[in-house]
């Protein structure tokens, strides 16, 4: 996927989705559910669940955090709520219904997420610029 296009953008949301989406939704299965049921005593299946969870947290975090920034993220985050507030003040969503508006939330954190695992090959279509983490520094 080191090329941009619609398909592999798609991907990208799919995969972000589901990781929010595993790891919380307001449906009531998801991991942080199945855990606070079984608290305080928490099984190795449990365990392994989250450390596979928070891999795919830190990978996807760290890669969005590279590729767009703080400002970035910051910039994401306002446009999402403003396109949030706009869907209100149309009507799309009632802010009382906050089983819509969980869902709504994670979506634009997966929006996000999947911008910036692809801001990367948008910039360097745009520019011929490539992003590259510094490797060895000295």
Known sequence: MDKLTLPGFLL???MAFALVAFTYNPSGHSFVHWVSTSMPHVGPTQVIAGLILLGAWGFLVHATWLSLGTI???LASALSAAFIWLFVSWGWF?????????????SALAIILSVGLS???????????TDVEQVGRQ
């Open 12 to 14: 990208r949301l799919c």
């Open 119 to 129: 801001w990367s090959n948008v910039r360097r279509r745009l520019t011929g610029q």
């Open 72 to 74: 970035g993220i910051l």
């Open 94 to 106: 009632n802010l009382k219904d906050t089983s819509v508006m969980s869902w709504v939330a994670l």
